[in-house]
C-alpha cells in the first residue's frame, strides 16, 4: 500500500500523495484510489489507461495530476459498468472492496480493458493548488501532506527553488512557516538541529519541513 494516513476526504491530499509514488512502481502496476467521500452516490468508477500505467478510482477529480500532466496524458477514461466483474451484489458504502478491488484483480489478469465499459470524455478535473511566485524572489506554497513522523511536504518543488535562485541571482534564501523562519535548506535530516524546525528536499523533489504549520514561503 502507498499510504493509509490521507486526511479522511481530502482528494487533494490523495492526488497529490499518489503523484510523488506511482512512477516509482513497474510499468503497468494497476493503482486503486478509495478516497471517496462520496461513496454510494452517482458519481462513476473509473478505470484511466496512462502510457505506463492503470488506475482506478472514483470520478471526483482525484486522478486530475494525471489528467493535467503533458507527460503522462491518459489514453483513455472508462466508465466501469461491467457489473460481472464486481464482486456479488455490491453495497452503497465499500465500493473500495466490492467494486475496485475485484475489477483490478481482473485487470491484472489480462482482461481487455474495453470489457470493463465505456469510454468517456466529461469527468471531473479538479484546479490543483500550484506554487504562486510574486516578483523575483519569493515563492509561496501550501502544505500537501504531513506524514506519520510529523513531516510537513509542500508543494514547492525544487524547480521552484532553483527559479527564485535564478532570477535574484542568491544562492541564499529564507523559508518563513508563519512566524517561523528556516535559514538554511539541508541535504538531509542529521545535518539539522534537534529540536528546531528544519528544511529538506526529499525524494521526490518536494520542500519538506518538520513544522507543524499550514502555509510556507521562501524568499
Known amino acids: 500500500d502507498i499510504s493509509h494516513q490521507i486526511s479522511p476526504q481530502d482528494i487533494d491530499e490523495a492526488g497529490f500523495v499518489l503523484e510523488c509514488a506511482y512512477k516509482y512502481f513497474p510499468p503497468?502496476?494497476?493503482?486503486?484510489?478509495?478516497?471517496?467521500?462520496?461513496v454510494g452516490s452517482a458519481r462513476k468508477p473509473l478505470?484511466?489507461?496512462?502510457?505506463?500505467?492503470y488506475f482506478i478510482a472514483p470520478d471526483n477529480g482525484v486522478l486530475s495530476f494525471l489528467y493535467n500532466n503533458n507527460e503522462e496524458e491518459p489514453v483513455k477514461v472508462i466508465e466501469i459498468n461491467a457489473e460481472h466483474y464486481f464482486l456479488e451484489s455490491p453495497g452503497f458504502t465499500f465500493?473500495?472492496?466490492?467494486?475496485?478491488?475485484?475489477?483490478?484483480?481482473?485487470l491484472s489478469k489480462g482482461i481487455d480493458i474495453?470489457?470493463?465499459g465505456i469510454e468517456i470524455e466529461n469527468y471531473v478535473k479538479r484546479t490543483i493548488p500550484k506554487p504562486e511566485?510574486?516578483?523575483?524572489?519569493?515563492v509561496r506554497g501550501r502544505v500537501a501532506?504531513?506524514?506519520?513522523?510529523?513531516?510537513?511536504?509542500?508543494?514547492?518543488?525544487?524547480?521552484?527553488i532553483d527559479e527564485l535562485v535564478a532570477k535574484t541571482g542568491k544562492g541564499k534564501f529564507e523559508i518563513h512557516i508563519?512566524?517561523?523562519k528556516i535559514g538554511n535548506l539541508n541535504q538531509f535530516y542529521a545535518q539539522g538541529d534537534r529540536g528546531k524546525p528544519n528544511a529538506v528536499i526529499n525524494i521526490t523533489w518536494e520542500m519538506q519541513k518538520n513544522?507543524?504549520?499550514?502555509?510556507?514561503?521562501m524568499k
Open 133 to 138: 511566485i510574486f516578483g523575483k524572489d519569493l
Open 95 to 106: 465500493h473500495g472492496r466490492d467494486i475496485f478491488a475485484p475489477v483490478a484483480a481482473w
Open 145 to 160: 501532506h504531513i506524514d506519520k513522523f510529523g513531516n510537513l511536504i509542500s508543494n514547492i518543488k525544487r524547480s521552484h
Open 47 to 53: 478505470l484511466v489507461i496512462g502510457e505506463r500505467y
Open 211 to 217: 513544522s507543524l504549520m499550514q502555509q510556507g514561503e
Open 178 to 180: 508563519k512566524d517561523i
Open 114 to 116: 474495453n470489457n470493463f
Open 28 to 38: 503497468y502496476t494497476v493503482h486503486v484510489v478509495v478516497v471517496d467521500p462520496e
